[in-house]
Structures are given as C-alpha cells and as structure tokens.
C-alpha cells in the first residue's frame, strides 16, 4: 500500500516561513552575506521550493514590507485618526515604524546592505512606493492623475529620508524619529501646495 504523500502547507504559510528565516538571519547576519540557499536551510526547505515562491531576496523584502502594510492598516479598521493630512500621515507613518520595530535587528542588517549596494535599493524602491500609496489611501488622500503620481513620490523619498533616522534611533520613545518625520511631512506639505493640490 502506497503511503500518503503529507499535504503541501498553503503558500501564505511557506511564505511567511521563508520571510521569518530570512529575518532571523539577517537579525544575527549581515543581510549582504545571507544567501538563497542560506534562507531555504533555515526555513527547512528544499531551494527548488523557495524559488517557487520567491524570485531573490529583495522579493523575500518585498514581502516582509507587504506584511508590515497589512498589520498597519488593521490597526485602524475606522480609518486613521486626525483632521489634516499631516496628521493622519503622521499616525499611520509612526505605527509603521513602532510595528517594524519588531524586527529592528534584521531590518538594520537589511537596510544597511541596501546601503551598500545600490541594485537592491533599487529594485525595492517600487514596493516602496506601493506602501506610500497604501498609506495615502488610508489617510484618504487623492491619488488621481499626476498629482497622485508626485504624492507618492514625494512620500517616498520622505519615508526613505525617515528611514535613515529609524536606523540610527534605539530610543524608547522614537523622539529623534518623530522628529525626522515631522519634518519630512512638512516638506511633503510644501510640494503639494506647489502641486496647488
């Protein structure tokens, strides 16, 4: 009698395996030194099976930033709180940064390799662009037409500005962040009104 061949697990799961193994390496590695196969050990799989899922290692990025976006959008199922765009862009922004906390020791390693390597920055900056338009959408800021192009744009470079403080910010209470991201939103606030938007 032949034996049962073990169900597969769904793909959201091996997913989210392969992006926690890949965490954990890059909180105890240097994220430049990890490789595919380094990830696919970790994650007690097969490299055939990773590349089913992932294309590389910015993919596997990639996808880490997409679970952060869920997880920030769950938290404000009533909509981001706040009267003014800075506001609500400000909230939404801080809750990004307190929630990637988390996982602040591999995401340094990340960024940092990123750093150094300019093909990574990159080929991650569209799914960086995907977060700032998820999150403009959730402030319920317009993205029609070109203005909504620049917005994002704009946003981008401010979340990436803010980033590098991120980094470099161990305190408790993420003043130096805060403050980073006040600013920022105040020069995003600058372009719009040149936008006339």
Known sequence: MATKRPKSAPAKDLRDTIVDAALGLAARRDWGNVTLTDIARTAKIRLADLISVFE????????YGRRIDRAVLESYPD???GSEDKDRLFEILMARFDRMN????ALVSIINAACRDPKQAIIGLPGI??????TLEACG???????????IAVLSGVYLWVLRT?????SADMARTMAA?????????????????
């Not at 590389?56 to 996808?63: F, L, P, R, S, T």
């Not at 991201?181 to 938007?197: E, F, H, I, T």
């Open 56 to 63: 590389d290692k910015e993919d596997i990025v990639a996808a």
């Open 181 to 197: 991201l006040d600013r920022g939103l105040d020069k995003l606030g600058s372009v719009a009104n040149m936008l006339g938007a």
């Open 102 to 105: 988390d996982d602040r020791r």
């Open 166 to 170: 991120w980094r470099d910010d161990d």
């Open 129 to 134: 662009g995907r977060s700032m338009a998820w």
């Open 141 to 151: 800021i317009d993205l029609s037409g070109w203005r909504g192009a620049a917005r």
């Open 79 to 81: 909509g981001v709180p």
